[in-house]
C-alpha cells in the first residue's frame, strides 16, 4: 500500500517536472517568487512586528528576487511546518524551498528535489555549565542529556554515546523552551541540539555566561535551499544566487560598496556585477543581476551578521561557516 | 407583705446565636472544616493558592513590563506584556494588509450586529435577520475577506491571527450543522443506499484523527491533482474540518432524534404529515432541544481544534503567536504569548458555554419528571 501511494506520488512529480519545463519564465511572468520558509525559527525565519518575513533564510528567497526582478520584495512567503515542506515544492505551490532543510542522499535522489548547495553548515553540539569542569563531550560518560522527542538528534545523541562507550540517561521533552527550562533548573547536565538552536537557547538562560557549548559536532547538518529536479534553468539560478552571495563577500563587495567597485580594477568583481561579459544573460536574468543581490541584500557575512551573528541575541560565531580563505567551509565557483 | 420576690415581667431577649453557629463560621465550619479530612483539603488548597497566586500575579500583573520594542527592554522581571502589546495587531489580522483591516473589522462587527439580535428575545424581524445571517452574510463576508468588486484582493496566504481562527471556526459551524442533521436523518432512513453512505461517512470520519484528515487534505491531495490546479489551502482547510465536524455533529443529533419516543413519529404519521413536514415540525424541534449540550459541546471542541491547523504551517491565532516568540526580538516570551492565548480562547469558549445554558433554560418546556 505505501509503496503503491510513494509510487503514483513519484509518478506524479515526475509530470509536474515535465509540464513547467521553463519555471524561470513562469516566475518572470507572474512576477513573484513563492518561497517556503520555517513557520518561525529563531535568526532564519520569523515575521517582525510589522507582519514581514525576516531571517537568514528569508534573505535568500529575497537575493533570488533581486536577480530575477531587479527588486529583493517581490516575494510571498508560505510558512511550512517540517512534515509538508517536499509536498509543497513537489506539488508546485511553492518554487523554492529556503527552510533550514539539512542536505541527505534520500532527500536529494529519492524525493524528487535538487538541494543547490548548502548556505549554512549546522551540527549538533552539546552544552553544560561551566562548573562540571567538563572541556570535551568524550567526558560525559554517565551524564543526563535533555533531549527534544522524536528527533534525529536523539539518535545522533545515542550513536555518539555508544561508539565511545559511555551510557547516558536522556531527559526527553516535547518543546524547546521545556529542554531549556529543565536545564536551566539543573535537571540535566547536558543540552543537545543544533548548534544554532543551542547558541538560541543559551542567550536566554539566566546566566548564559555560566554555560558552554563543547567543541564536538557530532552530525553534519549542512543546511540548504531547495528546488525541484528537472528546473536547471531555475536551480541554476538559486545555486549562482547562492554563490553571489558568498563571492561578493570574499571579493569584498558590500552592499555599502558596490557602487564604487563597479569601477574596479578586478575583472572578476567587473564580471559579477556585470560591466564585462554577459553572464546575466546566460543565466536568464538580467546584466546587473548580481549587484542588485549585493545591493539589496548584502553580501553573506552581511546577511550572516544581521540574522545570526554575534550582535544578534543568537550570538553565533562563524566557525566552520566562515569563508574556505578564513579557515571555513564557505567556498564559490569562480565566476568566469 | 412586701414582695422581695423578683418576677420578671418581660422576657429576656434572645441571645445572639453562638459565634460558632451564624455567618462566615458557620460557613466555614460547614463547608470548609466539617471533618479532618476536609480540613486537610482546605489547608492544603489555601497553601496552593498562596504558593501560585501571589507569585502569578507578581509576575503577571505587579512587575510585569508593558511598554518596549525587544525582550531585552523588558527588565522588570516580570512578563513582558511589551510583546503582546507591539504584535496585537498582527495575533489579530495575521498578514493582513494594515490598509484594508478595516474589512476585517466591519466584517465580524456586521456579524456581532446580526447575529447577536437573533439571541436576544423579543426582537422583531428575527425572521428578515437569520435570511440575512444565513443567506446574505457569507457572501457579503468573503467579498470583505477576500475582495473583488472593486476591493482590493486579498490573497488567503495573508490571513491568520484571531481572525483565521474565527472564519475557521464559525464556516465550520455554521456548515456542520445542517449537514450533520442531514447525515443524522439519513442514517435512520429507510432508503438503504442512503443509509449505506450516510453510516459509511459518518464511520469513516469519525474514525480517523483530525490531523491526518488535515494532513491528507493539504499534503496529499496537492499531489494528486493536476499541476497548476491551485486549490487554496484555507479552502482545503475549511471542508476538510466541516466534513469532520459533520460527522461528530450527526452522531449528536442522532442521540437527540433516538430520544424522541416513537408515539410521536406515529402521531405525525397519522395526521397526514410528508416525511419532511414530520422532521421539520415535529421531531427535530424536540430533537434539536435535548442535544443543545452536545452540539454546544461540539462546536466549543471544533473551536479549539482549529488551533490543529499548525501542523499544516496556517498561522492561526495560536500559531502566529508561537511564530512571534521566535524572532530573535521577542526569543524568550513563550510564556506570555501562551497566557494571553489561553485567555482569549477561554473568553470565547466561556461565552459559547454561558449562551448554551441560556438557551438550554429558555427551550425548557417542560418535560421532566
Redesign the interface.
Known amino acids: 500500500m505505501k509503496s503503491i501511494l510513494f509510487a503514483?506520488?513519484a509518478a506524479?512529480?515526475a509530470?509536474?517536472g515535465s509540464?513547467?519545463a521553463g519555471l524561470l519564465e513562469d516566475v518572470k511572468a507572474k512576477g513573484f517568487i513563492q518561497c517556503g520558509v520555517n513557520?518561525?525559527?529563531?535568526?532564519f525565519s520569523?515575521?517582525?512586528?510589522k507582519?514581514k518575513w525576516?531571517g537568514f533564510d528569508v534573505d535568500f528567497c529575497r537575493a533570488m528576487s533581486a536577480a530575477v526582478f531587479g527588486d529583493a520584495d517581490k516575494v510571498?512567503?508560505?510558512?511550512?511546518?517540517s512534515?509538508?515542506r517536499f509536498?509543497?515544492l513537489?506539488?508546485?505551490?511553492i518554487d523554492v524551498l529556503s527552510r533550514n532543510t539539512t542536505w541527505t542522499f534520500t532527500r536529494d535522489v529519492n524525493l524528487g528535489l535538487e538541494f543547490i548547495g548548502s548556505n549554512y553548515y549546522d551540527g549538533q553540539g552539546f552544552m553544560v555549565r561551566k562548573d562540571l569542569g567538563v572541556k570535551s563531550a568524550r567526558e560525559l560518560d554517565g551524564a543526563s542529556v535533555c533531549i527534544q522527542t522524536g528527533t534525529t538528534t536523539e539518535l545522533n545523541l545515542a550513536d555518539y554515546f555508544r561508539t565511545h562507550k559511555m551510557e547516558f540517561n536522556s531527559v526527553v521533552f516535547e518543546k524547546a523552551?521545556e529542554i531549556r527550562a529543565a536545564y536551566d533548573a539543573g535537571r540535566c547536565d547536558v543540552y543537545t541540539t543544533d548548534r544554532s538552536g543551542l547558541a538560541?537557547q543559551r542567550?536566554?538562560l539566566k546566566a548564559p555566561e555560566d554555560h558552554l557549548v563543547l567543541p564536538e559536532v557530532v552530525s553534519k547538518e549542512p543546511l540548504g535551499p531547495v528546488v525541484r529536479h528537472g528546473q536547471s534553468e531555475w536551480g541554476d539560478v538559486a545555486r549562482w544566487t547562492l554563490y553571489t552571495l558568498i563571492v561578493a563577500e570574499e571579493l569584498g563587495i558590500t552592499s555599502a560598496n558596490v557602487d564604487s567597485m563597479k569601477s574596479s580594477k578586478n575583472p572578476e568583481v567587473l564580471r559579477l556585477l556585470g560591466i564585462e561579459g554577459e553572464m546575466g544573460k546566460q543565466l536568464g536574468v538580467s546584466a546587473d543581476w548580481a549587484y542588485n543581490i549585493v545591493k539589496q541584500v548584502g553580501n553573506y557575512s552581511e546577511v550572516y551578521e544581521r540574522?545570526v551573528g554575534v550582535n544578534?541575541?543568537?550570538k553565533l560565531e562563524r566557525g566552520i561557516n566562515a569563508l574556505w580563505t578564513q579557515g571555513g567551509l564557505m567556498y564559490a565557483p569562480p565566476f568566469r | 407583705m412586701t414582695d422581695n420576690s423578683f418576677v420578671r415581667t418581660e422576657s429576656h431577649p434572645d441571645l445572639p446565636p453562638p459565634v460558632r453557629h451564624t455567618g462566615i463560621i458557620r460557613w466555614m465550619r460547614q463547608n470548609l472544616f466539617s471533618s479532618w479530612f476536609n480540613t486537610f483539603l482546605t489547608i492544603s488548597s489555601l497553601y496552593l493558592l498562596y504558593r501560585i497566586v501571589p507569585p502569578f500575579l507578581e509576575w503577571a500583573i505587579f512587575s510585569a513590563d508593558l511598554s518596549g520594542s525587544t525582550y531585552q527592554d523588558c527588565t522588570s522581571g516580570g512578563a513582558c506584556w511589551a510583546m503582546v502589546r507591539v504584535r496585537f495587531d498582527q495575533f489579530m489580522y495575521g498578514f493582513f494588509p494594515t490598509t484594508e483591516r478595516w474589512r476585517v473589522d466591519i466584517g465580524f462587527l456586521l456579524l456581532f450586529a446580526t447575529a447577536i439580535p437573533l439571541m436576544i428575545d423579543g426582537i422583531p424581524g428575527k425572521k428578515y435577520l437569520a435570511i440575512f445571517v444565513f443567506a446574505i452574510y457569507p457572501f457579503v463576508a468573503f467579498l470583505l475577506f477576500h475582495g473583488g468588486f472593486g476591493l482590493e484582493i486579498v490573497d488567503t496566504a495573508q490571513w491568520g491571527g484571531l481572525m483565521l481562527t474565527l472564519v475557521l471556526a464559525t464556516v465550520t459551524i455554521v456548515v456542520s450543522l445542517p449537514l450533520g442533521i442531514l447525515f443524522a436523518l439519513g442514517r435512520r432512513s429507510e432508503m438503504p443506499i442512503i443509509r449505506m453512505i450516510c453510516i459509511g461517512f459518518i464511520e469513516l470520519w469519525r474514525g480517523v484523527p483530525l490531523i491526518t484528515v488535515l494532513f491528507m487534505g493539504s499534503v496529499m491531495l496537492p499531489l494528486f491533482l493536476p499541476p497548476g490546479t491551485n486549490f487554496d489551502k484555507i479552502l482545503r482547510t475549511l471542508i476538510v474540518m466541516a466534513l469532520f465536524a459533520a460527522a461528530y455533529m450527526a452522531e449528536v443529533v442522532r442521540g437527540g432524534l433516538q430520544a424522541i419516543p416513537k408515539g410521536q413519529y406515529e402521531a405525525a404519521q397519522a395526521m397526514g404529515l410528508s416525511y419532511w413536514k414530520t422532521m421539520g415540525l415535529i421531531i427535530l424541534p424536540q430533537a434539536l432541544k435535548i442535544v443543545i449540550p452536545g452540539i454546544v459541546n461540539t462546536f466549543i471542541a471544533l473551536f479549539k481544534d482549529t488551533t490543529l491547523v499548525l501542523v499544516i504551517g496556517l498561522l492561526d491565532f495560536l500559531s502566529i503567536i508561537q511564530s512571534a516568540t521566535t524572532h530573535k526580538n521577542w526569543l524568550g516570551t513563550s510564556t506570555e504569548g501562551y497566557v494571553f492565548a489561553a485567555a482569549v480562547y477561554w473568553i470565547f469558549c466561556f461565552s459559547m458555554s454561558r449562551y448554551s445554558i441560556r438557551l438550554e433554560r429558555k427551550l425548557d418546556t417542560g418535560h421532566r419528571n
Open positions: 503514483t506520488a506524479t512529480i509530470f509536474v509540464a513547467q513557520t518561525g525559527l529563531t535568526g520569523a515575521p517582525n512586528d507582519g525576516e510571498k512567503y508560505t510558512p511550512l511546518t512534515k509538508e509536498t509543497a513537489q506539488s508546485g505551490e523552551d538560541a542567550s536566554l540574522h544578534t541575541p543568537l
